[in-house]
């Protein structure tokens, strides 16, 4: 992954957290999240650039992934009281 990459990468990550701060109980699917949750800024954005900004939010701690039973994967804010 090149510099440019890994910054529109950054971007999304950033837009994610600003719409949790709106919203902060919103949870959604990798889908929900470039399709509801990204500003027309980011309608360029790959599926799998926002996979990328997500899992990158779950490994510093800002986002909880949630797998269901039929193998479908949820994103929600880690909560104060969910630490």
């Given at each position: 992954?090149?510099?440019?990459?890994q910054r529109e990468i950054?971007?999304?990550?950033n837009a994610i957290v600003g719409h949790l701060h709106t919203h902060p109980l919103a949870?959604?699917?990798a889908l929900g999240?470039?399709?509801w949750w990204l500003g027309p800024l980011f309608d360029s954005a790959t599926l799998e650039q926002?996979?990328?900004a997500l899992e990158g939010l779950v490994a510093k701690g800002v986002l909880r992934r949630l797998r269901l039973s039929d193998g479908g994967v949820l994103y929600?804010?880690?909560l104060p009281t969910q630490q």
């Amino acid at each position: 992954m090149n510099a440019g990459d890994q910054r529109e990468i950054e971007d999304i990550a950033n837009a994610i957290v600003g719409h949790l701060h709106t919203h902060p109980l919103a949870t959604d699917s990798a889908l929900g999240v470039a399709r509801w949750w990204l500003g027309p800024l980011f309608d360029s954005a790959t599926l799998e650039q926002v996979e990328q900004a997500l899992e990158g939010l779950v490994a510093k701690g800002v986002l909880r992934r949630l797998r269901l039973s039929d193998g479908g994967v949820l994103y929600s804010q880690v909560l104060p009281t969910q630490q």
